[in-house]
């Protein structure tokens, strides 16, 4: 039997965009819905990704040249949610790989969150579980997951108790903030529970893992009266969530979703947080660290251009040197911009473009291993590829 990481031949040469629109198409990842990279411990490069009803892993030894075949997660089709804000995860532990997402349900923004994994590297999963405990027909999306060895932990945007309170008359804002953890490699998990009610209910869940292996979670909370700015947890103890902190106070008052969320990397024992927001006085981009685990946070600090969109920003840390990337927008193209700071976010060097394109692109994600640091930047119909983020290959600025 064939080994389903046989490289794809060919990958790198140019696409065809209309072979995306055919049904019988081989699962190709240049016609990937939401594509999301990961490096395992071993530093080879995975993609998880949707298309068709089917959730789909391949893997590169050369971080990105060439692909193994795809290896379908869910055998039976199910619709998977596939956007910038709500796409499949991946992660690694205990000689495992893991997968979630989630799936769409019949009713308007309702669905499930959706998990599965992989004991025989890659090769084969496990029948996909729902994981939320509560299954009525509505929303638990937006999921985010987080690995340590045995440990995986999931949380998700949830409306169980907004649907119980206006079904009795009440009023609730935004939605809930649950989640649960595997303490067994995913074969089981505790039951559900509830960190924070009011979220925004469909702005994406930032997780990162600290040095102690316990989450901290990011995302976009409604206080009072109805002011969408941002909050975070870092758990005490590995079932423990501790205190909701306020990290942004930007005074956001909008009564809907902004489908913008935030993003959270840890390293050195630091937590860099990027977001969006688009109050009258303080818009745009904004970044904050914090240097005792989640108990006070920097003053913040705007970047990119609002005047040319900049949006969807991503964080990483590898290190003291941390990266900020984000788009803009260049009359019809999208910029990729990405900025670097050399001690662990202190000060930051130049903003500068990695990449340009015409037409729909995804949100820019970033993706290190001990090789370097990359961006993700996926144009549908064209192949998949990682940009490495090195001073020589930023583009002049009048390129």
């Keep these: 039997m064939s080994s389903p990481f046989a490289a794809v031949a060919g990958h790198g040469a140019a696409a065809n965009p209309s072979v995306c629109t055919d049904p019988e198409a081989p699962a190709a990842l240049r016609c990937a819905l939401a594509p999301t990279p990961a490096f395992d411990g071993q530093g080879r490069l995975w993609v998880v990704w949707a298309l068709g009803g089917h959730v789909y892993v391949s893997r590169s030894n050369d971080r990105g040249e060439t692909f193994a075949a795809p290896v379908p997660v869910n055998r039976v089709p199910e619709h998977v949610a596939a956007d910038g804000e709500n796409r499949a995860k991946i992660g690694f532990g205990a000689g495992r790989i893991y997968v979630s997402w989630t799936r769409r349900l019949a009713k308007r923004y309702s669905g499930d969150v959706r998990f599965a994994y992989s004991a025989d590297g890659g090769a084969s999963f496990s029948e996909p579980i729902t994981v939320n405990d509560n299954r009525e027909i509505t929303s638990h999306r937006f999921e985010a997951m987080g690995v340590a060895g045995e440990r995986v932990y999931l949380a ?3 409306k169980r108790d ?113 977001w969006f927001n688009n109050a009258p006085e303080r818009h745009g981009l904004f970044y904050a660290r914090s240097t005792d685990g989640g108990n006070s946070f920097s003053a913040t600090a705007s970047f990119g251009e609002y005047a040319r969109g900049a949006a969807h920003p991503d964080v990483l840390g590898m290190g003291r040197r941390a990266y900020r990337l984000w788009k803009e927008l260049d009359g019809q193209r999208s910029v990729l911009r990405v900025q670097i700071s050399a001690d662990a976010g202190t000060a930051w060097g130049p903003a500068r473009t990695l990449a340009r394109a015409e037409g729909e692109s995804d949100h820019p994600l970033l993706v290190g291993n001990g090789a370097g640091v990359f961006a993700a930047w996926h144009r549908r119909g064209q192949p998949y590829r990682l940009l490495p983020i090195e001073a020589g290959d930023v583009l002049d600025e009048g390129n």
């Design 162 to 274: 907004r649907t119980r309170t206006e079904r009795g008359g009440g009023s609730y804002a935004g939605a809930a903030l649950y989640y649960k953890v595997s303490e067994n490699g995913g074969a089981s998990f505790h039951p559900d529970a509830k960190i924070a009610d009011h979220t925004c209910e469909c702005c994406r869940v930032a997780m990162a893992m600290d040095g102690r292996g316990l989450p901290v979670i990011f995302w976009r909370h409604v206080f009072e009266p109805n002011v969408r700015d941002h909050a975070q947890v870092t758990f005490r103890g590995p079932r423990r969530p501790g205190t909701r902190v306020r990290v942004s106070h930007d005074d956001w008052r909008v009564d809907a979703c902004p489908h913008h969320g935030p993003a959270i990397s840890i390293a050195d024992g630091i937590q860099h947080l990027v």
């Design 156 to 158: 998700w945007l949830d």
